[in-house]
């Protein structure tokens, strides 16, 4: 939650000999739709600085496999008619 400030000319970039562009559609949301394992939601103080260089040596993030977070919500949180629903919706409901 805090300001991220740059600067540049926003451009597109090139992919496996694929053209990107730099802005997307609604309809490229959809398109990027696909599983996913997991979530970080948090890091080491010592990876605050990873937002302006990367250093292997010490920043870490803080994940949690997705099996993970439906196992609590099932049995830990109780929140079963949501996993039910997170796991609908991702097939299509």
């Known amino acids: 939650f805090t300001l991220r400030l740059s600067f540049g000319v926003v451009k597109g970039y090139e ?3 694929k053209q990107i562009p730099a802005m997307t559609t ?5 398109e990027r739709a696909g ?3 997991g979530i970080i939601f948090d ?7 990873a937002d302006y260089a990367f250093s292997e040596k ?12 439906f196992e609590a919500l099932n ?15 991702k097939k299509g409901k």
């Open 35 to 37: 599983e996913y394992v």
């Open 58 to 69: 010490q920043g870490r993030a803080t994940s949690v496999h997705s099996a993970a977070m």
């Open 75 to 89: 049995k830990v949180y109780g929140a079963k008619e949501l996993s039910a629903e997170l796991v609908a919706g």
């Open 15 to 17: 992919e496996d000999g």
């Open 26 to 30: 609604l309809g490229g949301l959809y």
């Open 43 to 49: 890091g080491n103080l010592q990876s605050l600085p």
